[in-house]
């Protein structure tokens, strides 16, 4: 947890969860200004000291020289090269805009607003509102996207034609769909009863109410090697009676099947034009972040430490 104050709205012993890695850098940080300052008291410090009439530690680097050792990191970085082959604009990349990154991976990531808005320390809902509606314009977009790479459990594309959803289709295909482990179950009475109804025991691939698309091509392998597992692990027990070994081994024409889905979909994948491939991928990617269940604390990564910078380093007070 990092404790710190929020000067900008003026509150103070404001909590941010942080990831391990983030805690680790800060930690360093202080080592280094502690030993720059031996004789000061450790809770006097600042964590980034000014470099010049800052005996004792405590005066902050003022924040446009932070600005400038941050320009000149960035525009010594490699361009920063798109998906579609564009350059992001490297002007762009300001310390103040690592705030909306960092607010709109989470929305991204299913962060629920409230706990967003506590994270950023706005007062209002309102502001935080914002960054769920790029969510959802991105989701859209990669719903359009991946519909058209839908399967069934036999491998049939199902929205072979679809080229746009229209905002009926998109939101039949929500209230009218449940997720199941490795896809979605449209069948009616289970999607009423919030996927815990299932009226044949979950043997999704051989039902006709299952689809699956590019985006659960990790799932459904992941499934693949759990039935490959249990069959191995069924077979080796010998604490089973016959009939039960039966019927807990998964069926050959099960695992079969869902190689067979597998394949079928890394085959259309595989015929995809690259630059089409890449928009899937970038749209699996939205798809992803947007389905997983996701803590309230999230590593959304921080960019690596760059090497010694001198200037970074004469400001630490070295
Ligand atoms: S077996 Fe069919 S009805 Fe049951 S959860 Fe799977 S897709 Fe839905």
Same mark, same amino acid.
């Given at each position: 947890m990092l404790i710190y104050t929020d000067y900008k709205e003026n509150r103070l012993q404001r909590r941010l969860p942080i990831p391990d890695s983030t805690a680790k850098l800060i930690r360093e940080q202080q080592a280094t200004v502690r030993a720059a300052f031996p004789h000061s008291k450790p809770a006097q410090l600042v964590l980034l000291p000014a470099a010049t009439a800052n005996l004792? !530690?405590?005066?902050?680097?003022?924040?446009?020289?932070?600005?400038?050792?941050? $320009?000149?990191?960035? *525009?010594?970085?490699?361009?920063?090269?798109? &998906?579609? %082959?564009?350059?992001?604009?490297?002007? #762009?990349?300001?310390?103040? +805009?690592?705030?909306? &990154?960092?607010? @709109?991976?989470? /929305?991204?990531? %299913?962060?629920?607003?409230?706990? =967003?808005?506590? =994270?950023?320390?706005?007062?209002?809902?309102? &502001? #935080?509102?914002?960054?769920?509606?790029i969510t959802e314009a991105r989701t859209r977009a990669a719903v359009n996207r991946v519909a058209q790479h839908q399967f069934d459990g036999a491998g049939n594309r199902i929205w072979r034609n679809v080229t746009t959803l229209s905002d009926s289709e998109r939101t039949r295909m929500r209230v009218g @769909?449940?997720?199941?482990?490795? %896809?979605?179950?449209?069948?009616? &009475?289970?999607v009423q009863a919030g996927g815990g109804a299932c009226p044949f025991r979950f043997r999704c691939l051989g039902c006709g109410h299952f689809r699956t698309d590019v985006a659960y091509l990790p799932e459904l392998k992941a499934h693949l090697d759990r039935l490959l597992? *249990?069959?191995?692990?069924?077979?080796?027990?010998?604490?089973?009676?016959?009939?039960?070994?039966?019927?807990? #081994?998964?069926?050959?024409?099960?695992?079969?099947?869902?190689?067979?889905?597998i394949r079928r979909v890394e085959a259309h994948l595989d015929d995809l034009a690259t630059d089409e491939r890449d928009q899937i991928s970038e749209a699996v990617n939205v798809?992803? +972040?947007?389905?997983?269940?996701?803590?309230?604390?999230?590593? =959304? !990564?921080?960019?690596? $430490?760059? /090497?010694?910078?001198?200037?970074t380093v004469r400001a630490a007070g070295r």
């Open positions: 004792d !530690g405590t005066k902050p680097l003022r924040a446009r020289v932070l600005t400038n050792i941050h $320009r000149t990191w960035v *525009d010594r970085l490699p361009e920063f090269v798109l &998906s579609d %082959g564009g350059v992001f604009p490297a002007s #762009t990349v300001v310390a103040y +805009a690592y705030r909306h &990154s960092y607010a @709109q991976r989470h /929305a991204d990531a %299913g962060t629920p607003i409230d706990v =967003l808005r506590e =994270l950023i320390g706005h007062r209002s809902v309102h &502001s #935080t509102e914002a960054y769920y509606k @769909q449940i997720a199941v482990p490795y %896809g979605v179950c449209t069948e009616p &009475s289970n597992a *249990d069959r191995e692990r069924v077979l080796a027990a010998t604490e089973l009676e016959a009939w039960a070994k039966e019927e807990a #081994t998964p069926s050959d024409i099960e695992i079969d099947k869902l190689r067979a889905l798809l992803r +972040a947007t389905r997983r269940t996701v803590s309230t604390v999230i590593d =959304l !990564g921080m960019p690596t $430490r760059p /090497a010694a910078d001198p200037r």
